[in-house]
């Protein structure tokens, strides 16, 4: 499915677009303690001369992205890996005030 706002592609099932945050027509947005589901939190990490996001599922983290603190910014660096998760089959599920995903989600049965 792709915005249809700002025309991103989005996985099937999200609940609203990364880039631009419209809300979409996605399932519901109970997050994970559906059954089925796993769920990936999305934290940003800025030090002095390094920053990263993690996507961690319980304690795991399953993705990372490095980035310059000085020059980016976390919530581009952010949703940079949630559209990296997107093609692993991730929705995104829940987003910050900045529209920056926080929480995705993927059934069980789509893991690789
Ligand atoms: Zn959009």
Not at 6 to 15: F, I, K, M, S, V
Not at 23 to 47: F, H, K, N, T
Request: aromatic share 8%; proline share 5%.
């Amino acid at each position: 499915m792709y915005c249809s706002k700002c025309g991103t592609e989005l996985p099937d099932g999200a609940n609203f677009c990364w880039q631009c945050g419209l809300p979409q027509r996605g399932q519901d947005s109970s997050p994970s303690s559906e059954s089925g589901y796993e769920c990936c939190i999305l934290e940003a990490e800025v030090g002095i001369v390094t920053g990263h996001v993690r996507a961690k599922v319980e304690n795991a983290v399953i993705a990372e992205r490095h980035f310059n603190p000085w020059t980016d910014r976390s919530t581009s660096a952010r949703n940079q890996l949630a559209a990296e998760l997107a093609s692993r089959g991730w929705q995104p599920v829940t987003h910050d005030e900045y529209g920056c995903v926080v929480m995705m989600r993927r059934h069980k049965s789509s893991a690789p």
